[in-house]
T-cell receptor
Framework: AQKVTQAQTEISVVEKEDVTLDCVYETRDTTYYLFWYKQPPSGELVFLIRRNSFDEQNEISGRYSWNFQKSTSSFNFTITASQVVDSAVYFCALSDMDTGRRALTFGSGTRLQVQP | AAGVIQSPRHLIKEKRETATLKCYPIPRHDTVYWYQQGPGQDPQFLISFYEKMQSDKGSIPDRFSAQQFSDYHSELNMSSLELGDSALYFC??????????????FGPGTRLTVT
């Protein structure tokens, strides 16, 4: 069975601080996808990134960066120089590809509050 | 760019009533997913359709049913509503990975309140 764990329930930082959101996953599949979604107070789910299980390259997009380590089953997300607009709930999710079942299994989310 | 459209955005129903939620996927996306997000919880997968056929089933109650139509829009039908059905219902769509991508793009959600 798949499982995604986001141990940090809530994080509060002051603007311009760097913050890392942790994500640990469990799966028996050899091929899978990992995702991060942002859910701002308005409620929509915004896609941020997808990572394939066979591609362990880290990725940077502006102030966002992702660190994928298969050896520790982790897919952590770092926001550099955080801004108030980054305040949201962030979900890590996993999708199984071995069986073709593409439904997302979400973690419980981390609520990030960025104080001005 | 066109996004996933869901209607209605808000819905208030009484216990034991029925509700129908609609979803219009991104053009050329062939897979639709439905998720339920209770207050303070993560989204839970309900059901998905690929090319108008049910492709996967999650924790969808027997009181709920769904289908995908020839124009690829999907409807989630909910009957005998219970207070516990109050939640945010998301529809997402994706390509098939051959000509498209695996990313699921979510609609704005329908907030269902059962009183």
């Amino acid at each position: 069975a798949q499982k995604v764990t986001q141990a940090q329930t809530e994080i509060s930082v002051v603007e311009k601080e760097d913050v890392t959101l942790d994500c640990v996953y469990e799966t028996r599949d050899t091929t899978y996808y990992l995702f991060w979604y942002k859910q701002p107070p308005s409620g929509e789910l915004v896609f941020l990134i997808r990572r394939n299980s066979f591609d362990e390259q880290n990725e940077i997009s502006g102030r966002y960066s992702w660190n994928f380590q298969k050896s520790t089953s982790s897919f952590n997300f770092t926001i550099t120089a955080s801004q108030v607009v980054d305040s949201a709930v962030y979900f890590c999710a996993l999708s199984d590809m071995d069986t073709g079942r593409r439904a997302l299994t979400f973690g419980s989310g981390t609520r990030l509050q960025v104080q001005p | 760019a066109a996004g996933v459209i869901q209607s209605p955005r808000h819905l208030i129903k009484e216990k034991r009533e029925t509700a129908t939620l609609k979803c219009y996927p991104i053009p050329r996306h062939d897979t639709v997913y439905w998720y339920q997000q209770g207050p303070g919880q993560d989204p839970q997968f309900l059901i998905s359709f690929y090319e108008k056929m049910q492709s996967d089933k999650g924790s969808i109650p027997d009181r709920f049913s769904a289908q995908q139509f020839s124009d690829y829009h999907s409807e989630l039908n909910m009957s005998s509503l219970e207070l516990g059905d109050s939640a945010l219902y998301f529809c997402a769509s994706s390509g098939n990975g051959l000509a498209g991508t695996y990313e699921q793009y979510f609609g704005p959600g329908t907030r269902l309140t059962v009183t």
